[in-house]
């Protein structure tokens, strides 16, 4: 899991972004000193991770062993077991 914060944010505070890692301690944080639209102000900055993230993972798909969850989503990748 990838997450992006901005840490300036009025609605969702930084705290929040951190309860994601006690659930799923192997999700990777990034936090920027934006507000709610960290997307739309780092841009720059974060497209670069939104695309390592998304190769990595893609190759992770394609090991062997890889997780699959069916749901009523249809098949996703979700990551590989370890």
């Known amino acids: 899991?990838?997450?992006?914060?901005?840490?300036?944010?009025?609605?969702?505070?930084?705290?929040g972004a951190h309860a994601y890692l006690r659930d799923v301690p192997d999700a990777e944080l990034h936090t920027f000193?934006?507000?709610h639209f960290a997307l739309e102000e780092n841009l720059t900055?974060?497209?670069?991770?939104?695309?390592?993230?998304l190769t990595r993972v893609w190759k992770?798909?394609?090991?062997?062993g890889t997780t699959v969850i069916r749901d009523n989503c249809g098949p996703r990748?979700?990551?590989?077991?370890?």
């Open 33 to 35: 000193p934006t507000g």
């Open 45 to 53: 900055e974060i497209a670069p991770l939104i695309a390592d993230f």
């Open 60 to 64: 992770r798909s394609r090991e062997p």
């Open 77 to 82: 990748q979700l990551w590989t077991a370890t």
């Open 1 to 15: 899991m990838l997450i992006v914060w901005g840490s300036r944010d009025p609605f969702f505070p930084e705290p």
